[in-house]
């Protein structure tokens, strides 16, 4: 059973920082790509980042030079590092996980998010 657990989340004034963690449950971690979207209230989910098996990373613009993304494929987990929070970051962040299986099925997972407001 493959489960996929985020933490980290909470109240944090401008310009301060958080670290959102995603621990992955299950025997596909080392194959997947993973995710963080996030989704603001009255507004669609938008791609965060994103972080290849071998750790190529990609950033939405908005968070470029603010955010990093990271995977400690001994873990099992990958880590969200946000600095310079700004009120507009204010959403809850999903991790996911997607990939092919050993037969070429693809697969998607998601986490339950966790809550991040950025206000002071």
């Not at 470029?64 to 204010?90: C, H, I, W």
């Amino acid at each position: 059973q493959v489960q996929l657990v985020e933490s980290g989340g909470g109240l944090v004034q401008p310009g301060g920082s958080l670290r959102l963690s995603c621990a992955v449950s299950g025997s596909i971690f080392s194959r997947s790509t993973m995710d963080w979207y996030r989704q603001a209230p009255g507004k669609e989910r938008e791609l965060v980042a994103s972080i290849t098996t071998v750790g190529s990373t990609v950033y939405a613009d908005s968070v470029k030079g603010r955010f990093t993304f990271s995977r400690d494929n001994a873990k099992n987990a990958v880590y969200l590092q946000m600095n310079s929070l700004k009120p507009e970051d204010t959403a809850v962040y999903y991790c996911r996980a997607y990939g092919r299986d050993y037969f070429g099925k693809t697969y998607e997972y998601w986490g339950q998010g966790t809550q991040v407001t950025v206000s002071s």
